[in-house]
């Protein structure tokens, strides 16, 4: 399956000010379309909806633990891309989630930095995986 831009981003963090600053982040690059949310369940029914590529996920949320909803994620099986969002000085966190799946953790206080390391990363793989979609149609097309 090809994927195209711009690539949707799921932002859920309980903060406004994180959603905000996250949100602006995303802006600056036209490779990706975010959108925040609040509330795990409300961010997951629009994951699966709208085909979204990369999720930043607080960890300590009120309604869904950042944890839980990288799980359901993964449990998808959609390839989509989950940056934990973490101001837990923990390594256990961070081993506990990246051993689900998640393909980084961001250090809260964010650092502008950070998180546009995350984006690039994700654009890259993004990338990678059309290239290789691509070579193996033109491929199996000559077969």
Known sequence: ??????????????????????????????????????????????????????????????????????????????GIQVYVVTGADSLMIADRCMNVGARGVIPKPLLLEGCTQALAESERFFEQWNQSFHYFLKHKKSA
């Open 1 to 78: 399956m090809l994927l195209e831009e711009p690539y949707k981003v799921a932002i859920i963090d309980d903060s406004q000010a994180m959603r905000t600053f996250l949100l602006n982040i995303c802006a600056q690059n036209p490779s990706f379309e975010a959108h925040a949310f609040e509330d795990g369940e409300k961010a997951l029914t629009y994951i699966e909806k709208e085909k979204v590529r990369l999720v930043l996920v607080d960890i300590n949320m009120p309604t869904m633990f950042g944890d839980d909803l990288l799980r359901r994620c993964m449990a998808l099986k959609l």
